[in-house]
């Protein structure tokens, strides 16, 4: 999936530095990131920290909403992580997301895995669609930002 090469958010911004750069795939129910577990990213001593590990599943909700509806949403609810183990520094992380439900209130679950299949973490997400005038309102941004126009329906 195309981003914008300015976008300077940490988890998919390409220009960010110090950002995760996630890339994304479209998948038939959502999209697909994959990731190494850097060791600048550690929390416990070899470990990579639970937040960046939250990080890239938000980042996937939020690109799965995107590629299912082409839509831009504001959250509404957001779950606990709910991690089932500890990735290790320089282990690779593939996390997938999919839209599960779709109305006024749209609903996606993220699941982070080993390569060979194994879950590591799940994170669900609710959002609602909204026009771009309340895109603005809300997010206080006096335009939209460069690579969100047209994802407001």
């Known amino acids: 999936m195309e981003n914008v090469a300015s976008n300077p958010c940490v ?7 110090a950002g995760m750069r ?3 795939e479209a998948t038939a129910d959502g999209a697909s990131t994959r990731f190494v577990a850097e060791p600048r990213w550690q929390g416990f001593s070899g470990y990579l920290h639970s937040a960046i590990l939250y990080l890239a599943l938000l980042e996937t909700l939020n690109w799965s909403l995107y590629a299912r ?3 831009m949403g504001l959250p509404t ?9 500890r990735v290790r ?5 593939v996390v997938e997301g999919r839209v599960v439900k779709t109305g006024d209130v749209t609903s996606v679950v993220a699941e982070a895995r080993t390569p060979a299949g194994e879950s590591i973490a799940t994170l ?3 959002y609602r669609l909204v026009s771009e005038e309340e895109f603005l309102r ?6 939209v930002p460069e690579g969100y126009e047209g994802a407001f329906g």
């Open 89 to 93: 520094v320089g282990d690779e992380v």
């Open 138 to 143: 809300v997010m206080g941004y006096a335009e």
């Open 11 to 17: 988890g998919c911004g390409p220009s960010n530095p």
């Open 77 to 85: 609810r957001t779950s606990a992580l709910a991690a089932t183990r």
């Open 22 to 24: 996630l890339a994304f």
């Open 69 to 71: 509806t082409s839509r």
């Open 124 to 126: 669900e997400r609710d």
